[in-house]
């Protein structure tokens, strides 16, 4: 095999031509859109046009697309860089988990890794584990082609996506009853690198690996979570490099049906961004060869949420602003972006010219605020980069505000959906949205069996479960037939077993468990029952 190798600033990068792209579409609940290995988020790959859809069974979309960005300085204050450039095809990321040995050419990598897109619902995860030892059991491809470990041949990170580890020894092996670890009711995990020449921003390569998971619920009794989408992203530091000022922003370019009517702005305090319509009439946008749909009356408004960290900056910008409010095309000008600032390095004024990091920062509802509605602004296409703050403050380039080697950082996102009333009315309804899907999240209720359990909850009388402390296994006991599961929780909130229950009395496995704190929680009916911490001694 023959190798190409591009030396620079201490980075060894592969030459070599990008894996073929592959999409995927998720449509488990009210919520329809496409991702794709390239890194483009929410747009149709077909038509190239708006690809996330509420209800899906429309077609008006509320996003065009959108794309994260990254950036960092090395200890000679050289910056990497890795996106994709607004406008064109040019992006920075492969498919695939980053592999040491420069192995993306391989035949059996790009068998293995070339769509690097991998789907499955918790009911199929159910079923794996209460089927998996009967006789003629077939594993599904969606279990057996989990990625849970990578490969030594190709030099990649031992382990990738989660799963439960039965037996506690690193290796993910469906055939003994393992499975994936997801949240929501369906997930679909996606794994990408930089380690490619960088053709968008111009930048350093990073040596990052970026694991997404894109989750949903169906739940017919909380509506704002059935028209939720869920992301979690994970990056990683495969590189040698100690990365200074660590940034991630997601640039977005938020079409609300008719993509030149548009309205964005942010809320510091619910660490969200939103879009919604300049007037409560979306029409039908047509020059000739084009054609997109509006949402017609009553437009509804669409957010980006932070469920973790704090946003860092917001700026919007769109295609007809002369520089420096343009688009970035090299390295220095996405990291300005990232920071906040316009792309010469120049900072960002509200209506009062007073320097800010969040343009559109106040309520559009109230006269006169520093809005596009309190403005008056003229409605256009808009773009954005919305940064998140991973480790330090704003602007900060202290020692301690480093992405090491092998070090990782997350972000927690959710796409949000409110139309119940004029375009403001929406705006407004958005804000409520935004708080209740926030709250869901932090009660921690993000198993499949949380779903519709916002409305429902109760506490199970007389639940008794022995022996506690345990060794072998447990006796979960009630006063009243129960049929659903029993789930064993780590102190962390991973799943480390689930089995069902159908009776008054079930004995629980706890052979596989090492010693520590567990919680055991009883789901039937449709109800969630008071967890107990269970300790398991050795």
Partial sequence: MKITVLLITGLSIALYGKSQNSSHMMDFNNAKFHISNSGILFQDPVSSGGGYI???????????????????????????????APYTSAGDFQPGPYSQSYSYQEPEYIQKYGSSIWHVTQAEIDSH????????????????????????EFETAEILAPFTDLNNNGIYEPQLGESPQIKGCSAVYM??????????????????????????????????????????????NRSTVAWRGFKTGLYIDGDLGNPFDDYVGCDTSRNLMYMYNAG????????????????????????????????????????????????????????????????????????????????????????????ETGMGNMPADRRSIISYDHMGQLGSEDPFDHLSHQGKTEL??????????????????LFLVADSIQAFYDDG????????????????????VYPNPASDAVTIKTDQQVEGSILLRSVSGAIVSRNPINGSETVVSTLHLSGGVYFLEVDAAGKRYEPLKLVIVK
Wanted: proline share 5%; charged share 15%; hydrophobic share 40%.
């Fill in 280 to 371: 409560n009439m979306d029409e039908d946008f047509t020059d000739g060869t084009l054609q997109i749909d509006g949402f017609r009356a009553n437009p509804p408004a669409v957010g980006i949420l932070s469920l973790k960290k704090p946003l860092q900056s917001f700026i919007t910008y769109d295609a007809n602003l002369a520089f420096p409010y343009g688009f970035p095309s090299v390295a220095f000008q996405y990291w300005c972006n990232l920071s906040g600032l316009w792309i010469d390095g120049s900072q960002v004024l509200d209506n009062n010219g007073n320097q800010t990091y969040f343009m559109y920062h106040e309520n559009p509802l109230v006269a006169n605020s520093y809005s």
């Fill in 412 to 429: 927690s996102l959710a796409i949000i959906y409110n139309r119940t009333g004029d375009h403001l009315q929406n705006l407004e309804g």
């Fill in 445 to 464: 209720l993000l198993s499949c069996a949380d779903a519709p359990l916002m409305l429902e909850k109760t506490t199970l009388s007389k639940l008794s």
């Fill in 191 to 236: 794994i990408l690198n930089d380690n490619i020449l960088h053709e968008a921003t111009m930048g350093i390569p990073l040596g990052i690996e970026i694991h997404y998971m894109f989750y949903q619920y169906a739940s017919p009794s909380f509506e704002a979570l059935n028209n939720t989408t869920f992301a979690d992203i994970s990056i990683y």
């Fill in 54 to 84: 509420v209800p899906k069974d429309h077609t008006a979309s509320l996003i065009s697309s959108a794309f994260l960005w990254f950036a960092a300085k090395n200890e000679n204050d050289q910056l990497g860089v890795a996106g994709i």
């Fill in 129 to 152: 584990i209460q089927s998996w030892g009967n006789q003629g059991y077939v594993i599904p491809q969606n279990i057996l082609n989990w990625p849970g470990n990578g490969d030594t």
